[in-house]
């Protein structure tokens, strides 16, 4: 219920707030995108929400640069798969 009831609050919040500009969504980068953060993607993009949609891989210095691109290149392409 109280998922639900927030997923309910973000819907109307992105919809309706025109003054919103930026969506900041903060993803650890030692573990990649998860299910919240694949729904929340989703989610902004069932919306239409004018604001610009920025994600911020956090932790991304303390990893080696070919895990790295993986991690970066799955974000693409779960972007891609969600619409944004």
């Known amino acids: 219920a109280v998922r639900r009831d927030w997923v309910d ?7 309706e707030r025109e003054s ?10 030692r573990h ?3 299910k919240d953060d694949l729904e929340l993607m989703k989610l902004y993009a069932d ?7 920025v994600i911020v ?6 990893i080696d640069g070919k895990v ?10 779960s972007l ?3 619409h944004c």
């Open 68 to 77: 790295r691109k993986s991690i970066v290149d799955g974000v693409r392409e």
């Open 47 to 53: 919306t239409k929400c004018a604001a610009q949609y």
């Open 9 to 15: 609050f973000l819907t109307k919040y992105l919809a």
């Open 80 to 82: 891609v798969e969600c």
């Open 57 to 62: 891989l956090t932790k991304i210095d303390k």
């Open 32 to 34: 990649g995108p998860q």
């Open 20 to 29: 919103l500009k930026v969506l900041f969504h903060l993803i650890d980068s």
